[in-house]
Each structure stands twice: as structure tokens, then as C-alpha cells.
């Protein structure tokens, strides 16, 4: 079974993705390579949360602060790479 702190993030993630592909997405391919930076770009965020020991704003065991900004980091740089 998924520990809930996984689904969580995993669904907050995927939100990311769609979120940005509906404010900036053109043609469908970018649909599945916004969800993956998302998701990849949250799941970093957590690993450097933890390994330096960051709490901001936990919610049980998921780092929501840092995992939203790393994602967002990520999507944004996908979006500046995929422009040229």
C-alpha cells in the first residue's frame, strides 16, 4: 500500500502540472512533460527538504513548502527550455 505522504504529493504535483499546462501549455505533448517536471520537481523538493533538514510547512510528513517552490522551479525552467 502508497503511504499517504506519497499520494498526497503525488496528487499535489500532478495539480501542479495540469495547473501549468492550462496557463501556458500548447499541443498535448507538453501536457505529459509539465506533469512529469511536476511531479519530478516535487519529489526533488522533498529529497532536499529532508536531506538538509527543512520544515516550513509540513503536512504530516510531506515538506509542502519546498516541494511546491522546487516544482514550480522545475516547470518554469521546462517552459524557458522548451521556448527555444
Do not use: N
Request: hydrophobic share 60%; charged share 10%.
Amino acid at each position: 500500500m502508497v503511504p499517504p505522504f506519497l499520494a498526497f504529493g503525488f496528487v499535489l504535483a500532478s495539480i501542479y502540472g495540469l495547473v501549468f499546462y492550462v496557463l501556458f501549455g500548447h499541443g498535448w505533448m507538453r501536457l505529459g512533460v509539465y506533469w512529469l517536471v511536476g511531479v519530478c520537481g516535487f519529489a526533488a523538493g522533498q529529497f532536499i527538504a529532508s536531506a538538509l533538514g527543512l520544515a516550513l510547512a509540513d503536512l504530516g510528513a510531506t515538506k509542502l513548502v519546498e516541494g511546491t517552490f522546487v516544482s514550480w522551479f522545475c516547470l518554469v525552467a521546462a517552459r524557458v527550455s522548451l521556448r527555444k
